[in-house]
T-cell receptor, first 120, second 112 residues
Framework: EAQVTQNPRYLITVTGKKLTVTCSQN?????MSWYRQDPGLGLRQIYY???????DKGDVPEGYKVSRKEKRNFPLILESPSPNQTSLYFC???????????????????FGPGTRLTVL | QKEVEQDPGPLSVPEGAIVSLNCTYS??????FMWYRQYSRKGPELLMY????GNKEDGRFTAQVDKSSKYISLFIRDSQPSDSATYLC????????????FGPGTSLSVIP
């Protein structure tokens, strides 16, 4: 089954304790992204990756790191989590960047099930 | 002013009703207008999208874009309990990357 998986689904941690949220897709997609979702703010993009070893900042990258060593995996790293990073996190992937196609078509972005992170 | 505004609801309608969901936006450079559906404890899934202005229909769903008013709508005809979810509008502009701005979502309940 084609899917994006995230682990863990739920995580409670304390300020300053490094953590990694894993993301994996089995669709051979080149483009992957991380978002956070907060009430009243919608989803906001943290980082994205066009392909292996190619990553860049989205709209809210402060306090996060990513890596893309393999095509299928795109982990999100919080080196020193703080309470303002308490949020619902989503990983997403698409075959290419969404606007790669011509003629007004977009490449569908598939989202993982989410990771609910609480930083105390 | 937020780039994308959406009434969070909640919106509760009886089964069979026509549902209208709306968003306004401020950036006239947005190129793609999307609607996502998000069930509880799930990730968003792309429902439909339009490029530039106009209408697009897919089964019971119709998406409308009015660029002159910076207003987009999603209509759901003959609503079903399975349509109960949060609906997110999103706008996309190609800059150095695919910049997607999501609305906060409208929670919809369709009562049998």
């Amino acid at each position: 089954e084609a899917q994006v998986t995230q682990n863990p689904r739920y995580l409670i941690t304390v300020t300053g304790k490094k953590l990694t949220v894993t993301c994996s897709q089995n669709m051979n997609h080149e483009y992957m992204s991380w978002y956070r979702q907060d009430p009243g703010l919608g989803l906001r993009q943290i980082y994205y990756s066009m392909n292996v070893e190619v990553t860049d900042k989205g709209d809210v990258p402060e306090g996060y790191k990513v890596s893309r060593k393999e095509k299928r995996n795109f982990p999100l790293i919080l080196e020193s989590p703080s309470p303002n990073q308490t949020s619902l996190y989503f990983c997403a992937s698409s075959l290419y960047s969404m606007t790669q196609k011509a003629g007004g078509l977009i490449d569908t972005q598939y989202f993982g099930p989410g990771t609910r992170l609480t930083v105390l | 002013q937020k780039e994308v505004e959406q009434d969070p609801g909640p919106l509760s309608v009886p089964e069979g009703a026509i549902v209208s969901l709306n968003c306004t936006y401020s950036n006239s450079a947005f190129q793609y207008f999307m609607w996502y559906r998000q069930y509880s404890r799930k990730g968003p899934e792309l429902l439909m999208y339009t490029y530039s202005s106009g209408n697009k229909e897919d089964g019971r769903f119709t998406a409308q874009v009015d660029k002159s008013s910076k207003y987009i709508s999603l209509f759901i005809r003959d609503s079903q309990p399975s349509d109960s979810a949060t609906y997110l509008c999103a706008m996309l502009i190609r800059t150095s990357y695919d910049k997607v701005i999501f609305g906060p979502g409208t929670s919809l309940s369709v009562i049998p």
